[in-house]
T-cell receptor, first 117, second 113 residues
Framework: GAVVSQHPSWVICKSGTSVKIECRSLDFQATTMFWYRQFPKQSLMLMATSNEGSKATYEQGVEKDKFLINHASLTLSTLTVTSAHPEDSSFYIC?????????????FGPGTRLTVT | GENVEQHPSTLSVQEGDSAVIKCTYSDSASNYFPWYKQELGKRPQLIIDIRSNVGEKKDQRIAVTLNKTAKHFSLHITETQPEDSAVYFCAASRGTGGFKTIFGAGTRLFVKA
């Protein structure tokens, strides 16, 4: 099946620094990828839709200047958390779905656990 | 905006019993309804899905039903086993490609041996 990877799997950073998370589709091209955030014991909250070659579409309440998304190629989207604060500590997951006819299935990356100290 | 409500938030059953989780969605244009199982610290795993042109789908011990008119869909797990213990999420989307998926709040299922 389709594979989506994320890097790093976990990261600890100091408050005020920036962190970049990569999401790659390993065996298919994805014009669209999605970024989610999941706090402990909560659901996946969609943050933004990453579109290859154009600007990301952010969900209401998500600061686009704080969560920078770049989708520079058909296999890579990056999420940069700028000026991170402890409240940004969360599990960040990306997803994509292969451009197969009649396939709606989302393939998720393994997630990145961000801890801001 | 789009919303998916999921109930119950916690469900505890005895091994061998059935478990039912229910969801409702608000976006009439939704036509794809996946169910995911997530274990602690792991990515969600698709366990079953259903499209809007189908009312019911079954895969071994797992079944999903969809009532498009009422905008309800449900997950049924029969003969539950301890390894079924996890968090289950329902979701809804409009389809392939650029359409986003909206998740329910999740149901924490405990299967007691």
């Amino acid at each position: 099946g389709a594979v989506v990877s994320q890097h790093p799997s976990w990261v600890i950073c100091k408050s005020g620094t920036s962190v970049k998370i990569e999401c790659r589709s390993l065996d298919f091209q994805a014009t669209t990828m999605f970024w989610y955030r999941q706090f402990p014991k909560q659901s996946l909250m969609l943050m933004a839709t990453s579109n290859e070659g154009s600007k990301a579409t952010y969900e209401q309440g998500v600061e686009k200047d704080k969560f920078l998304i770049n989708h520079a190629s058909l296999t890579l989207s990056t999420l940069t958390v700028t000026s991170a604060h402890p409240e940004d500590s969360s599990f960040y997951i990306c997803s994509a779905n292969p451009p197969l006819a009649f396939s709606n299935e989302q393939y998720f990356g393994p997630g990145t656990r961000l801890t801001v100290t | 905006g789009e919303n998916v409500e999921q109930h119950p938030s916690t469900l505890s059953v005895q091994e061998g019993d059935s478990a039912v989780i229910k969801c409702t969605y608000s976006d009439s244009a939704s036509n794809y309804f996946p169910w995911y199982k997530q274990e602690l610290g792991k990515r969600p795993q698709l366990i079953i899905d259903i499209r809007s042109n189908v009312g019911e789908k079954k895969d071994q011990r797992i079944a999903v039903t969809l009532n498009k008119t009422a905008k309800h869909f449900s997950l049924h797990i029969t003969e539950t086993q301890p390894e079924d213990s996890a968090v289950y999420f329902c979701a809804a989307s409009r389809g392939t490609g650029g359409f986003k998926t909206i998740f329910g709040a999740g149901t924490r299922l405990f299967v007691k041996a």
